[in-house]
């Protein structure tokens, strides 16, 4: 099977038509989503529209979770907070009960895959570093000892790490945009971002795991980021939100 992977869109909605467009273009079997639908750009409506008839699984974010009033804005950065407010604001009734009701990961699926936003132990952690990295594969080997690819988003930063036996220390792959999958390997995969890349690429970001062939890609399209910029400045949003958007970062 050939699974799309495509997380953090934040209503992005330039970004997530150029993705959903180059998806469309490739043999792809099923499109999965790891979450934050919305939170920081303009189109929070559209974003939501176009994903769910798509994906054949999503779970809820960190800002899905916040603009459907589930989670505490205390976690959020002066930035964020606004986004959040003015999306609550803005965004129709029917996307807010679609944020509402998103499931929370870890999410089982199929093919050994297990989809979920933060880490697998917990939502909205962030995992990236060798402390969340070495909790999510104990946390995989003592509730989900069956997977063997691990989705995740939530930092922008596309990464993979891969174990190749439980008493072996992880391997971190950057900077790699193909990766030979091995078997029996565990593996945790980032696609990036699709709304607001992080890592200095100002492209939007998402994978392409392929289980039969063994091989994970990470992919960049470009898309209308000015357009996207325009309709932060003209929502009113913060301006730090359409500046970031330029450097990636």
Not at 200 to 224: E, H, M, P, Q, W
Request: glycine residues 8%; contains cysteine; neutral net charge.
């Amino acid at each position: 099977m050939v699974y799309a992977i495509v997380s953090d869109i934040h209503s992005n909605h330039e970004a997530l038509a150029a993705v959903l467009g180059a998806i469309e273009r490739l043999p792809v079997d099923v499109l999965y989503c790891l979450g934050d639908l919305v939170g920081y750009n303009a189109d929070p409506d559209a974003c939501v529209q176009a994903i769910l008839p798509q994906a054949r699984a999503v779970v809820r974010g960190n800002h899905d979770k916040a603009v459907a009033g589930l989670l505490n804005l205390d976690w959020f950065n002066t930035t964020a907070k606004e986004a959040v407010l003015w999306t609550r604001r803005s965004a129709s009734a029917s996307t807010l009960e679609a944020a509402r009701k998103l499931p929370q990961g870890p999410l089982e699926v199929e093919d050994g895959i297990l989809l979920c936003h933060g880490t697998p132990y917990d939502e909205d952690v962030y995992l990236m570093d060798s402390v969340s990295i070495a909790e999510s594969y104990r946390f995989l080997v003592e509730n989900h000892p069956e997977t063997r690819f691990c989705l995740y988003g939530h930092t922008h930063y596309p990464q993979v790490v891969v174990r190749k036996g439980e008493r072996k220390k992880p391997e971190v792959l950057r900077g790699q945009e193909e990766v030979r999958l091995e078997r029996g390997a565990t593996y945790l995969i980032n696609p990036g971002s699709v709304g607001q890349p992080r890592d200095g690429i100002a492209l939007a970001s998402f994978g392409i795991l392929d289980t039969k062939r063994l091989v994970y890609r990470n992919l960049r399209v470009a898309y209308g980021v000015q357009e996207t910029q325009r309709k932060i400045l003209q929502a009113g949003l913060p301006p730090e939100l359409a500046r970031r958007l330029s450097e990636g970062r």
